[in-house]
């Protein structure tokens, strides 16, 4: 699939990477991947370090209910800052 409005483009890219972040919520055990990290990476441009980082360190974590509320709240937070930051969010 090509698109040739940028603007189609970048709300293809948001769209692709948040799928990939809300799989990594709703999955047990650590969810650290390449795929994680890609979906983190391209959503840069629209989102603070921090609620990045926040994702990735939960992604990682031992504890079973620490990781799924961490990634729960940096999910929320990644779209709250797509939102107003002027991209698209479902």
């Known amino acids: 699939m090509t698109f040739?409005?940028?603007?189609?483009?970048?709300?293809?890219?948001?769209?692709r990477a948040l799928n990939v972040l809300r799989e990594a919520t709703?999955?047990?055990?650590?969810?650290?991947?390449r795929g994680v990290a890609l979906a983190l990476w391209n959503l840069r441009?629209?989102?603070?370090?921090d609620w990045l980082i926040s994702f990735w360190e939960?992604?990682?974590?031992?504890?079973d209910i620490g990781r799924?509320?961490?990634l729960h709240a940096a999910y929320n937070g990644i779209v709250r800052q797509i939102r107003s930051?002027?991209?698209?969010?479902k």
């Open 4 to 15: 040739t409005n940028a603007d189609a483009r970048m709300a293809g890219t948001i769209s």
């Open 26 to 33: 709703a999955t047990r055990g650590k969810t650290q991947s």
């Open 58 to 63: 939960a992604a990682g974590s031992d504890h």
């Open 45 to 49: 441009p629209w989102v603070a370090d």
């Open 68 to 70: 799924s509320q961490g």
């Open 85 to 89: 930051n002027g991209g698209t969010a």
